[in-house]
């Protein structure tokens, strides 16, 4: 008892001078050796049965371990699994590694596995996972470090779903208190809309981080973020430095710039059921009227490459490059339209077909970028009203169809199982990302055949066909994929860039010097 207490005081004797330390916003306070990192928007949570947004994801790593979990080159590998096999088409074991434990002490278990899983399943706890489980019948504890998953038919990308970040059992849902992980950091300091601490966990069960600290800086004003970089008050920029400032970023005395080929996808969506934009000629039209080659070479400096393909980039193994493309073409684009019972009243008059309304971020190169596509969209008679939200407003609309027109980007996807996360006619949310309400009974069909196809060769024909009924209906306007780019501060070294933009790296980071 006596030694308990003793070990909870210098818990919080730890705690709170760290937290008084980072308010005081100082470079040189913080104990020991960590990283600053600067983020472009808000995390509006950090539970793992509960969290969607980019930044959460790419945090999680670092709190949460999982039974598995998906590696720099976005391939699935043991975590707090030691071993699990596949006993047959629908029955999957996990072996657990023995003594690992949670943040608070007690330890990871199979029966904290199944309660994880168990919550998100559950209707009532809403979860927006809830959709990826839907063919789990049991979940059955062999013993206290093994559990088996049974499934109610094949699913093929099952595995994927396992991802998750598994928590203590009974663990309570509340949005600013997160359930502590088992991960390489423990939270320490979340303050929304302002900053993330992790302090390094001295009994993470792969050893113990090489830093001390992480601190995640919410910085959402681009001039704000870059000129931190520049006097040091972050060390780490990754994928949120627009192209207009790579330039400037490489003349900044001890700092280094990294690029990679990416598979970040940006698109436009739309509300199908919106009277316009149901029309199937109307999203056609606007595909072809955007001069997405002309927004990378000027507004992108190059950085990205022109997406022909739906979501999956062309480095992806289903990837199907033989769909129908849409070219800058402004003359298809009018005769589309016109075909689609909207004619130009004037002419080439400047009264306009129809408006419509695009929602994106506050992001300055989203906003630039939306205003770029106005002006285009104008030349073919289309009005379009930009609105620009915080991201939390933004994304919140999203999600509950309030929109016409979209912009967004799917960030490291390597399952193809997300066609069905996003386009089947299930999906909408809470259940899915089918925030247009796509409806196609073909294309439910040969989802659901993928998901039970264990041929892989066969798997890609069905996703083939698939994505060309998608790029048919054009369901998004792709856009293009965005290249990794990464400015951290030299002296810093075991940084990898993940597919998926995750953090997780960070646990193996060392840093020279002071």
């Keep these: 008892m006596v030694s308990h207490a ?6 919080v004797i730890l705690i709170l001078p ?23 928007g808000t995390i509006s949570a950090l539970d793992p049965r509960f969290a969607l947004g980019a930044r959460a994801a790419r945090i999680a790593p670092l709190i949460y371990s999982s039974l ?75 013993d206290r470090y093994t559990v088996m998953f049974r499934l109610k038919d094949a699913y093929v990308s099952f595995p994927y779903a396992l991802t998750v970040g598994v928590i203590p059992q009974g663990s309570p849902f509340r949005r600013k208190s997160p359930p502590v992980g088992s991960g ?74 990294i690029k990679e080929t990416g598979i970040t996808y940006q698109y436009l969506g739309y509300n199908l059921t919106d009277r316009i934009l149901r029309h199937r000629e109307v999203r056609q039209a606007i595909s072809h009227a955007i001069d997405r080659e002309a927004i990378i070479t000027h507004t992108l400096k190059g950085l990205a490459v022109k997406a022909d393909g739906v979501v999956l980039s062309p480095l992806h193994w289903a990837y199907e490059g033989e769909v129908k493309r849409y070219d800058y073409d402004p003359q298809q684009a009018k005769k589309l339209l016109d075909a689609a019972g909207f004619p130009d009243p004037d002419g080439d008059g400047p009264r306009m077909r129809f408006s419509l309304s695009l929602k994106t971020s506050t992001d300055m190169e989203s906003r630039e970028i939306a205003q770029i596509i106005k002006g285009q969209l104008k030349g073919v008679g289309i009005g ?20 016409q027109v979209y912009s967004l980007r799917w960030i490291g996807v390597v399952d193809p199982d ?82 998926g933009g995750e953090y997780t790296s960070l646990k193996d980071l060392m840093r020279q010097g002071r």
């Excluded at 030691?82 to 278990?109: A, D, M």
């Excluded at 973020?225 to 400037?248: I, S, T, W």
């Excluded at 379009?384 to 929109?403: A, H, M, P, Q, Y």
Aim: aromatic content about 12%; glycine content about 8%; some cysteine.
């Design 68 to 142: 598995l979990r998906l590696n720099e080159k976005g391939q699935l590998v043991p975590d707090l699994a030691q071993s699990w096999s596949q006993q047959n088409e629908v029955t999957y074991l996990f072996r657990l590694h023995k003594g690992v434990r949670f943040h608070n002490g007690t330890e990871v278990t199979a029966e904290d596995v199944r309660a994880t899983f168990a919550f998100i399943m559950d209707p009532k706890n809403r979860s927006p996972k809830r959709g990826s489980y839907g063919s789990v019948k049991h979940i059955d504890i062999i």
């Design 184 to 257: 390489p950091f423990r939270l320490q300091v979340w303050r929304p809309g302002e900053d993330v601490v992790l302090a390094a966990n001295p009994n993470y069960f792969r050893g113990r981080p090489r830093i001390d600290w992480v601190y995640f800086r919410i910085l959402a004003n681009t001039t704000t973020r870059l000129l931190e970089m520049k006097k040091g008050g972050v060390d780490l920029l990754q994928n949120c430095v627009p192209a207009y400032a790579v330039k400037f970023m490489t003349r900044i005395p001890g700092v280094q710039v």
């Design 418 to 499: 997300i066609f069905y996360y996003l386009f089947h006619s299930s999906s909408s949310p809470p259940n899915g990302a089918n925030r247009g309400q796509y409806r196609n009974p073909e294309v439910d069909r040969l989802l659901e055949e993928a998901r039970r196809t264990v041929d892989k060769e066969r798997r890609k024909k069905l996703y083939s066909s698939i994505q060309k009924i998608l790029a048919e209906d054009a369901v998004y306007t792709s856009l293009w994929y965005r290249d990794n780019l990464v400015v951290i501060t030299e002296g810093f070294e075991g940084f990898q860039i993940y597919a």
């Design 384 to 403: 379009l009203e930009v609105r620009s939200f915080e991201w939390g407003t933004f994304f919140d609309d999203i999600k509950k169809g309030n929109f």
């Design 6 to 11: 003793k070990n909870h005081m210098n818990r």
């Design 18 to 40: 760290l937290f008084l330390l980072l308010a005081c916003g100082s470079r040189e306070v913080l104990p020991g050796k960590g990283i600053r990192v600067g983020l472009d």
